[in-house]
């Protein structure tokens, strides 16, 4: 069992749709990451809250939106997705960006788009 | 642009053997994690090395860093099934909190 949670754990979605990935940690840490990862492949960062602010922007598309209501949550706002976004969505926490820990991983949404 | 090799990609073993994955970064980094990831499931850390001539052993598992080689390396001693998973080393060289993962090694023991 993972301390850092995500819901759902799949998702299936038309290209029209509009869904949203959380993410849910109670350690106290005050990083929040979104990575994706393809099969095979290693994660790729989307982005990374620190504080409760945006701080890391890889550009990624507008059709994903992140959001952090508050210390312990974090969003993935989906919407107009193409097929090539099909991949297992991570989120993680840290103590903060700056600390010398390890990100801590949820299980991951596995989102496929029709 | 911090950039991270790992090798070998793949690496099939037997039970009882030794064998070392290498990870290669490009610039300074002043820390460098270590996860594990079993098929379909998320990415379990391992080790965090901070500084030249770390080394950091759990079980079977030993990884050391050399910063001025700009190397790390994860050693498996005497390899067992529950080993099976693929190993990925990252490096990070900012206080922003991004760090560069190598592309992973797929560790396959066979009995």
């Known amino acids: 069992d993972t301390e850092v949670t995500q819901t759902p754990k799949h998702l299936v979605m038309g290209m029209t749709n509009k869904k949203s990935l959380k993410c849910e940690q109670h350690?106290?840490?005050?990083?929040m990451y979104w990575y994706k990862q393809k099969a095979k492949k290693p994660p790729e960062l989307m982005f990374v809250y620190s504080y409760e602010k945006l701080s890391i922007n890889e550009s990624v598309p507008s059709r994903f939106s992140p959001e952090c209501p508050n210390s312990s949550l974090l969003n993935l706002h989906l919407h107009a997705l193409q097929p090539e976004d099909s991949a297992l969505y991570l989120c993680a926490s840290s103590q903060g960006v700056s600390w010398h820990q390890p990100q801590h991983f949820g299980d991951g949404t596995r989102l496929s788009i029709l | 642009e911090l950039k991270v090799e790992q090798n070998p990609l793949f690496l099939s073993m037997q039970e009882g053997k030794n064998y070392t994955i290498y990870c290669n970064y490009s610039t300074t980094s002043d820390r460098l994690y270590w996860y594990r990831q079993d098929p379909g499931k998320s990415l379990e850390s391992l080790f965090v090395l901070l500084s030249n001539g770390a080394v950091k052993q759990e079980g079977r598992l030993m990884a050391s860093l050399d910063t001025k080689a700009r190397l790390s390396t994860l050693h498996i001693t005497a390899a067992v099934h529950d080993l099976s998973a693929t190993y990925f080393c990252a490096a990070q060289n900012t206080n922003a909190g991004k760090s560069t993962f190598g592309d992973g090694t797929t560790l396959t023991v066979k009995p």
């Open positions: 350690m106290g840490h005050r990083a």
